[in-house]
């Protein structure tokens, strides 16, 4: 009897497998002629060569189909084993879907301004969008950085932000370093585990394919091949944003985000977005994106809590 052994190196066993091996059960019913095992990462396929062939093909069609929608379930696997051809797409609407995410939610521009990040970063190597909290600045950033990754145009996502002490001294709060800057960096996690599944996440972080740091770390450093985002730009200085800005390599994608009404810096600390935004407008292969209370996706009072504050400022 001939053996097949596949190694599962672009998706986690619990995802291919199923729970409680669910998804294996599905195959060996499929192939009842196959002797099918399941272990650590490693799939084993006992019987006749062709039927072996076969078998394999179909199984790398379920990891690309995973790896692009984020969901296996018993449908797709009896679509995918049992069609001749390429796995035909989703008869959802996937027009303007930017990543499938966990359990195969579909990521998409949810305002007239996010669709405009989106078509702005197509045409161009740096986008800074800007508005108020709530209009799905960082997400929509995020969401694009993921789509990168998923399509090879780059090898890693650099997500970062200044660690700006509002209200509490990083000092005075327990843990190490890592510690300390994780509540700081818990908007860019929470946009990810949207978007990647659990194991493959802590697997990107742990291979560095996805890095997330402070400001600070940037230094020095030169980000070739990498989607790059720095988050609450607002609350960088001149040097900072300067610092920043010129660590693009050639094959790098920016996106800077921020909120001019939420500056954190030193009283009378100018803003390196502040600047940015008036120095560089004029600069081809730069585009900006000004998101306002109509691009508002969080609960519907947060619109009315940025109108009710603007008028105020305003006086």
Do not use: C, W
């Not at 908007?187 to 493959?200: G, S, T, V």
């Not at 770390?217 to 790059?228: E, H, I, P, S």
């Amino acid at each position: 009897m001939n053996e097949r052994l596949i190694e599962l190196t672009d998706i986690s066993p619990n995802d291919l497998f199923g729970p409680r091996n669910a998804n294996i059960a599905i195959l060996k019913k499929l192939y009842p002629k196959l002797k099918i095992i399941a272990r650590g990462n490693k799939l084993k396929a006992f019987g006749e060569p062709e039927i072996l062939d076969e078998f394999e093909k179909k199984v790398q069609r379920l990891i690309a189909y995973f790896n692009k929608y984020n969901k296996l379930d018993e449908n797709s696997i009896e679509r995918i084993v049992t069609s001749e051809g390429a796995v035909q797409k989703s008869t959802r609407n996937e027009k303007d879907v930017l990543v499938h995410g966990v359990g195969g939610k579909l990521i998409k521009p949810q305002s007239p301004n996010q669709t405009k990040m989106v078509t702005m970063m197509e045409k161009n190597d740096m986008l800074f969008a800007v508005g108020p909290a709530g209009t799905g600045k960082t997400y929509t950033a995020v969401a694009l950085a993921v789509k990168a990754l998923k399509e090879k145009e780059v090898r890693r996502i650099i997500l970062t932000r200044p660690a700006v002490e509002s209200g509490e001294k990083l000092g005075f709060l327990p843990g190490d370093m890592k510690e300390k800057l994780d509540p700081y960096m818990q908007p860019l996690y929470d946009a990810l585990r949207d978007m990647i599944p659990h194991e493959r996440l802590e697997a990107y972080l742990e291979k560095g394919v996805i890095q997330i740091a402070p400001l600070a770390f940037m230094r020095g450093r030169t980000l070739d091949n990498a989607f790059v985002i720095l988050d609450e730009g607002q609350n960088t200085t001149h040097g900072q944003m300067k610092m920043f800005l010129t660590r693009m390599g050639k094959t790098a994608k920016f996106i800077v985000t921020g909120d001019p009404g939420q500056i954190d810096l030193p009283h009378r600390q100018v803003s390196g977005l502040k600047e940015a935004l008036l120095a560089l407008k004029d600069i081809k292969g730069i585009a900006m994106v000004y998101l306002d209370e109509k691009d508002v996706v969080r609960h519907r009072l947060v619109t009315h809590i940025i109108k009710a504050f603007k008028s105020i400022e305003a006086e």
